[in-house]
């Protein structure tokens, strides 16, 4: 049998995906994960003759991508803000996409001041610990629903020893009796009408409790706005995570539970109207 090098047979791995319907480039990204590889490492090494155990872990890989598995679950990890997150199907994957909403938090907001900053919906925790590991004297506390997912978020916190208190608990209902200086969200807000256009990975294996929302996919900024009305300070400050189409209408519900503050819709480096931030 001819030799064959890592190149050939990822080249063939990814256009058999692509045949398949399936994201071909997705066989290469966990290849080079699995070696840990950097790309000038994939350039000096393609060439040469691949070892039987990379044969089978490529074999392995194939089959779970065409079984719709993210392939980050399949890594059990995912990089986000400097810093690797362990991910399991309880967990949202973090997207480059709520990196910018860290980005815009940290721009906004005071370096010098012990501020009280809450994260809801935490899931792996990677807003909280990313802003805690930038902003060591601030107190992040980091709320999640799901139990399944603040144990992961709380294994994150303990593996990377940044130092954020998680709370189990729906919303801010937990912290209605403190007050709160920064409420920063990627909350759930697709709305079930858009099940059928969403990617069958995500469908089939990311949690829906972290996905979806009723009122058009609105409800969870509603309950924000209701509970951020009652414990944020004066001059606090808001970060939301929005769905490309929901700006306005987001927009008009914090307007309404604060008149007196400013409301802006910001868009992502990709053009799209992505976060919502709310001051003055």
């Known amino acids: 049998m001819a030799k064959q090098t ?29 070696k840990n590889w950097t790309k000038t490492q994939w350039v000096l090494n393609m060439n040469q003759e691949i070892s039987e ?36 199907e309880a967990t949202l994957i973090p ?22 900053v809450v994260d809801v919906g935490t899931g792996t925790g990677a807003i909280a610990l990313s802003l805690k590991a930038k902003r060591p004297q601030w107190q992040v506390d980091a709320v999640d629903i799901s139990p399944e997912a603040l144990e992961v978020a709380k294994e994150n916190g303990e593996r990377l020893a940044i130092a954020v208190t998680f709370i189990l ?7 209605l009796n403190e007050t709160i200086d920064v409420l920063i969200s990627n909350p759930p807000y ?6 059928d256009l969403m990617d069958e990975s995500v ?4 949690p829906k409790l972290a996905l979806f929302a009723d009122n058009e996919g609105l409800a969870v900024y509603e309950q924000l706005a209701e ?9 606090g400050k808001i970060f939301l995570e929005i769905g490309f189409q929901q700006g306005e209408a987001v927009r008009q519900i914090f307007q309404k539970k604060f008149p007196q503050k400013k409301i802006e819709i910001r868009k992502d ?11 003055g």
């Open 203 to 206: 469908r089939t294996y990311e």
């Open 227 to 235: 509970e951020a009305a009652i414990c944020l300070k004066t001059e």
């Open 6 to 34: 890592y190149r050939e047979v990822l080249s063939r791995a990814s256009s058999f995906l692509e045949a398949k319907g399936k994201e071909g480039y997705g066989i290469q990204f966990l290849f080079l994960e699995r």
């Open 169 to 175: 608990g729906d919303g801010l209902k937990p912290l």
């Open 53 to 88: 155990a990379d044969q089978q872990q490529i074999q392995a890989d194939i089959a779970a991508l065409l079984e719709n598995i993210p392939p980050h679950y399949l890594l059990g990890y995912a990089d986000f803000y400097d810093h690797r997150f362990k991910v399991t």
């Open 95 to 116: 997207r480059p996409e709520t990196e910018e909403l860290v980005a815009l938090c940290l721009q906004e907001t005071s370096k010098n001041l012990p501020l009280h």
């Open 190 to 195: 697709i709305s079930q009408n858009e099940w």
């Open 269 to 279: 480096l990709s053009g799209k109207d992505r976060m919502i931030y709310v001051y």
